[in-house]
């Protein structure tokens, strides 16, 4: 196949990715171009570093975005797994253990988004109302998913990660 060919191939693929997308998101035909255009421009590409890519939706409440994330890695077959993290439900600093574990230890125990990456290393992540979380466990968050393989014993070059 000829580079021009490959090429057309996946500018046709997420246009019609993008179509399924306004057909099921009503009123987000924006959002949806800026996220299509992203996946084109990733697919041209190299990953230079991880994640492959953080979008941030935002908006009032209850407009399309969490069902946008959604909705999005139902249609996506590269992407084989997605979860969906209520971030109302980590508040407080001791709830960085639950969700990332004991970063940084030898032995230490992986925390809910860890074990998932480890097992489902290409996904799509969505973290609601990221504002709800504690402001330590938003940084040490970024710092993972952005952060070197080897430092962060987490490989997230392949993950798409969603903030609302």
């Known amino acids: 196949m000829k580079p021009t060919e ?6 046709q693929k997420y246009e019609k990715l993008g ?8 009123d987000q035909d924006e959002a949806i171009d800026e996220v299509i255009d992203a996946f084109i421009h990733m697919a041209c590409k190299p990953v230079q570093s991880p994640p492959r890519a953080i ?6 409440p209850y407009v ?7 909705s999005l890695a139902a249609l996506m077959d590269d992407y084989t797994a997605f979860r969906q993290f209520d971030m109302g439900q980590y508040t407080t600093p001791e709830d960085e253990t639950r969700l990332l574990g ?9 925390g809910e988004l860890m074990v998932f990456l480890r097992s489902r ?19 040490a968050l970024l710092e993972i998913l952005t952060g070197d393989p080897q430092e962060t014993g987490l490989d997230c070059s392949e993950v798409l990660v969603i903030f609302t």
């Open 6 to 11: 490959a090429r057309q191939n996946v500018f």
């Open 19 to 26: 179509r399924k997308l306004k057909k099921l998101v009503y």
């Open 55 to 60: 979008f941030t939706f935002i908006g009032p």
């Open 64 to 70: 399309g975005k969490a069902y946008l994330a959604r």
């Open 102 to 110: 004991q970063v940084g230890y030898d032995g230490g125990q992986d």
């Open 121 to 139: 290393p290409r996904s799509i992540l969505l973290f609601n109302e990221i504002e709800k979380a504690d402001t330590r466990l938003q940084n």
